[in-house]
Nanobody, 125 residues
């Protein structure tokens, strides 16, 4: 089993930045796909970015430009750097993992079995 624990959320003013972290625990295979998602109140969970086991990254069209996904394999940690945050970025942010060599590129929650509990990001104007 894999456990994912997000951290780094908080409250920030518009235009600010945050770095979210996702630590993976348990039996971590070398081949996996990981992703970041957000879910605003009353809305469906939405994909932000994915990263393959070889480090290749991809971003949902609506998320390109202000978000950067990265990983530190030695620390089993996934990151999401968020810049120029806007009030509409307010949401719960989740990391997810699946044992695939390459992510589907669909940024769909259905592609992932393992999820963290989420970390709240609140952006004020």
């Amino acid at each position: 089993q894999v456990q994912l624990v997000e951290s780094g959320g908080g409250s920030v003013q518009a235009g600010g930045s945050l770095r979210l972290s996702c630590s993976a625990y348990g039996y971590i295979y070398s081949i996996y796909c990981m992703g970041w998602f957000l879910q605003a109140p009353g809305k469906e969970r939405e994909g932000i970015a994915e990263i393959d086991s070889d480090g290749s990254t991809g971003y949902a069209d609506s998320m390109k430009g202000r978000f950067t996904i990265s990983q530190d394999k030695a620390k089993n940690t996934l990151y999401l750097d968020m810049n120029n945050l806007k009030p509409e970025d307010t949401a719960m942010y989740y990391c997810a993992a699946e044992f695939l060599a390459y992510c589907s590129g669909g940024y769909s929650p259905r592609d992932f079995r393992y999820w963290g509990q989420g970390t709240q990001v609140t952006v004020s104007s």
